[in-house]
């Protein structure tokens, strides 16, 4: 699977399924969420709120991935997955990893070729930047998915970007 760092905005993205930093809500947020919410429109919201009202009662658990239409967003579908808070006291890197690993899975289940991922918990959740890169690239290096050829890491801002290039060469 190829791999490849993308400065820009996630909702412009092209490709099969755009990952979504959600929160457990599902109901749209700030940052990412709020954005692919936005430009998505309300097809997404609609299928959040149908898996709300059946499986996800309580939320989407930390870690886990479901995915939806991508609405008016220019790909087939949005995988929602929620990302821990960063903690400077308790490691919670296995949870960060398991967004990206089942994400990765949702998108080989569907068939999905192409999949565009933020950097998850990066923004208001508070990971820092080059550890977030790090735990991204633990899963997606290694993976072998049967559909899935290439993953995006699509990072919003010069400075993120420049620190994810200096930790994949590094």
């Known amino acids: 699977m190829e791999i490849s760092l ?3 905005d996630i909702t412009a993205e092209q490709v099969d399924a755009i990952v979504n930093a959600a929160n457990s ?20 919201l609609e299928e959040c709120r149908a898996l709300r009202a059946s499986r996800y009662g309580e939320g ?5 991935a479901v995915a939806t239409t991508a609405g008016n967003l220019p790909a ?10 960063w903690s400077g006291s308790e490691d919670r890197s296995s949870v960060l990893r398991d ?4 994400s990765l899975r949702v998108a080989d289940d569907l068939g999905a070729v192409t999949v565009a991922f933020p950097l998850i918990s990066a ?12 735990q991204a690239l633990a899963v997606l290096r ?29």
């Open 142 to 170: 290694p993976a072998t998915p049967a559909h899935v050829t290439e993953a995006r890491l699509v990072l919003f801002g010069a400075d993120t970007h420049q620190t994810a290039q200096r930790v994949l060469a590094g």
């Open 6 to 8: 993308v400065e820009g």
């Open 76 to 85: 087939r579908w949005v995988i929602h997955t929620v990302g821990p808070v």
């Open 25 to 44: 809500s599902l109901l749209g947020g700030g940052g990412v969420d709020g954005a692919i919410h936005r430009r998505g429109g309300p097809a997404i």
């Open 123 to 134: 923004g208001v959740y508070g990971w820092p930047v080059e550890d977030a890169v790090r």
């Open 99 to 102: 967004c990206y690993a089942n």
């Open 60 to 64: 989407l658990p930390t870690g886990q």
